[in-house]
T-cell receptor, first 113, second 113 residues
Framework: AQTVTQSQPEMSVQEAETVTLSCTYD???????LFWYKQPPSRQMILVIRQEAYKQQNATENRFSVNFQKAAKSFSLKISDSQLGDTAMYFC??????????FGKGTTLSVSS | DTEVTQTPKHLVMGMTNKKSLKCEQH?????MYWYKQKAKKPPELMFVYSYEKLSINESVPSRFSPECPNSSLLNLHLHALQPEDSALYLCASSPSGAGETQYFGPGTRLLVL
């Protein structure tokens, strides 16, 4: 069975700083997707970034980038130049053919000025 | 357009009431999902519809009854709910369901009295 682990329940960072959120997963599959979703307080869950397992190149989306280590089953999210609007709960998720997404327990990120 | 809409935004109901939640997407997606989310927790999968057929039912109590009238619409009928059913109910859709990116609606915040 697939599992997703986020070991940091809460993190805090100052504006303009860089922060890295950790995620590890376990699977025996070779083709799958990994995602980071962001859910601001009382707001909609939105996709931050997505990584296909067959791609060696790490995905990037503006200030957001991932460090995907397939052999280590690690998928961390780096947020550069943190902004107040980045304050949210971040969920790492695993997707595999024929199933719905499997979510980690989430990391609450607080960005302060 | 990556929009999933949900109505109503808020719902208060008594334990003897019958109500329905509605979800709509016009992205041509063929998989739709219902999740239940408690505060500070990840979404919990309830149901998956794939090509308008129920493909996954995560042992949800029968007081929750899903319906997919067509490929754009998803309903969740509620009857005789319990106070512990109070939560945020999220709808999501994905192109075909095979572990792909899911797009979430804003949710319906349900309070059962």
């Amino acid at each position: 069975a697939q599992t997703v682990t986020q070991s940091q329940p809460e993190m805090s960072v100052q504006e303009a700083e860089t922060v890295t959120l950790s995620c590890t997963y376990d699977t025996s599959e070779s083709n799958y997707y990994l995602f980071w979703y962001k859910q601001p307080p009382s707001r909609q869950m939105i996709l931050v970034i997505r990584q296909e397992a067959y791609k060696q190149q790490n995905a990037t989306e503006n200030r957001f980038s991932v460090n995907f280590q397939k052999a280590a089953k690690s998928f961390s999210l780096k947020i550069s130049d943190s902004q107040l609007g980045d304050t949210a709960m971040y969920f790492c998720a695993f997707g595999w053919a024929g199933t719905a997404l499997i979510f980690g327990k989430g990391t609450t990120l607080s960005v302060s000025s | 357009d990556t929009e999933v809409t949900q109505t109503p935004k808020h719902l208060v109901m008594g334990m003897t009431n019958k109500k329905s939640l509605k979800c709509e997407q016009h992205m041509g997606h063929r998989a739709m999902y219902w999740y239940k989310q408690k505060a500070k927790k990840p979404p919990e999968l309830m149901f998956v519809y794939s090509y308008e057929k129920l493909s996954i039912n995560e042992s949800v109590p029968s007081r929750f009854s899903p319906e997919c009238p067509n490929s754009s619409l998803l309903n969740l009928h509620l009857h005789a709910l319990q106070p512990e059913d109070s939560a945020l109910y999220l709808c999501a859709s994905s192109p075909s369901g095979a572990g792909e990116t899911q797009y979430f609606g804003p949710g319906t915040r349900l309070l059962v009295l």
